[in-house]
Structure formats: C-alpha cells, structure tokens
C-alpha cells in the first residue's frame, strides 16, 4: 500500500475533524501494529465519551436498539481502528483499479460490517443489477 495515501487519508479525516475527534485521530499511528494502537486509545488520555466522539466522526454507531451503549473503551478503540483502515485505498476485486471510500460516503451497496470496507461503483458491478 501506497504511504503517502495512507497519509493522505489521515490528513483528510484530521482536516475535517472536531477538536476531540482530532485528538483520538492523532493518537492513531498508521504504520504501528493494531495492538500498539489499541493501547494508545485505551490509555487514560482518553475517556469512553471522547472515543465515542470520534466513533461518531467516523460514522460508527455507538449504541444499541434500546440506545444504550454498544461498545466497551476496548471494544471501541479496536473499532476505530477498523474504520480508519476502512478507508484506505484498497484494489476492487471485479475490475482491478484501486479505490477508497470517504467517511462521508452513503454506505456502498455492499458493505461489510466486519471490516467497515464499502465497494465502489465500476462497471462489473454496476453490470449486476
């Protein structure tokens, strides 16, 4: 994967972020394992209610049918993680070309809720339907 989109996509997202969002997103190092990342969220630098702020940013739904909370501090820092990778660019399985999906996107016609990984549009799937 490019390093520089990589960037590219941390920069947009910290580009457009609220102040509390902005500073779980900087304490996301894209190039450090998962683990080490879970860590930085879970310290005690960040309370459950700032990480669900950038949960939100990250259009990732904090709570269940009854609105109660979905997610413990573990369970959310891990999911955060999930939705930035989400967004990098990945290599679409139809017709080769790399793609990304923006936080902003409406989700794709096929989404997947383990990796928060949308598709795009190109023509073997617009074929389809």
């Known amino acids: 994967m490019n390093v520089e989109s990589i960037k590219l996509v941390i920069g947009n997202l910290l580009d457009r972020a609220d102040p509390v969002s902005k500073r779980v997103l900087t304490a996301f190092k894209p190039f450090e394992t998962d683990i080490k990342n879970r860590?930085?969220?879970?310290?005690?630098?960040?309370?459950?209610?700032?990480?669900?702020?950038?949960?939100?940013?990250?259009?990732?739904?904090?709570?269940?049918?009854?609105?109660?909370?979905?997610?413990?501090?573990?369970?959310?820092?891990?999911?955060?993680?999930?939705?930035?990778?989400?967004?990098?660019?990945?290599?679409?399985?139809?017709?080769?070309?790399?793609y990304s999906i923006n936080v902003d996107d409406s989700k794709s016609l096929f989404y997947c809720h383990s990796c928060c990984k949308g598709s795009h549009w190109c023509p073997s799937i617009k074929s389809k339907f």
């Open 39 to 98: 860590k930085a969220l879970e310290s005690s630098s960040f309370t459950l209610n700032m990480l669900e702020t950038a949960a939100l940013f990250l259009k990732i739904d904090t709570t269940g049918e009854q609105q109660n909370r979905r997610f413990t501090k573990s369970g959310l820092a891990q999911r955060i993680i999930i939705a930035i990778k989400a967004l990098y660019p990945t290599k679409c399985s139809e017709c080769d070309s790399m």
